[in-house]
Nanobody
Framework: QVQLVESGGGLVQAGGSLRLSCVAS????????MGWFRQAPGKERTFVAT????????LHADSVKGRFTISRDNAKNSVYLQMTNLQPEDTAVYYC?????????????????WGQGTQVTVSS
């Protein structure tokens, strides 16, 4: 059974930073692309970032480019999202997800496994 468990969310002031972590189990971690999505209150879930199997390729949404960085450590079955210069509009539940598809997938439908989410709240 595949499990993805996120951690690292919390309350932070605008301009602050947080680092989200996601640990995977039940899957050959080095064989899946990993992604981060977020869902703000009353809105649909949207793509944030994705990273290839070997961490040699990444893709970030325009809204977070230059502020957020996705990374992974295959030895620890973990993917991370370093978030800097956080703004109130970044407030959301953040989800990590795993995909068996290659090609830096951006759509929810390309991901096979999801975590339960971690809340990030940014105050102004």
């Amino acid at each position: 059974q595949v499990q993805l468990v996120e951690s690292g969310g919390g309350l932070v002031q605008a301009g602050g930073s947080l680092r989200l972590s996601c640990v995977a189990s039940g899957v050959t971690f080095s064989h899946v692309f990993m992604g981060w999505f977020r869902q703000a209150p009353g809105k649909e879930r949207t793509f944030v970032a994705t990273i290839s199997w070997g961490a040699d390729s990444t893709l970030h949404a325009d809204s977070v480019k230059g502020r957020f960085t996705i990374s992974r450590d295959n030895a620890k079955n973990s993917v991370y999202l370093q978030m800097t210069n956080l703004q109130p509009e970044d407030t959301a539940v953040y989800y990590c997800a795993a995909s068996r598809y290659a090609g830096l997938p951006r759509s929810e439908s390309s991901y096979h496994y999801w975590g339960q989410g971690t809340q990030v709240t940014v105050s102004s």
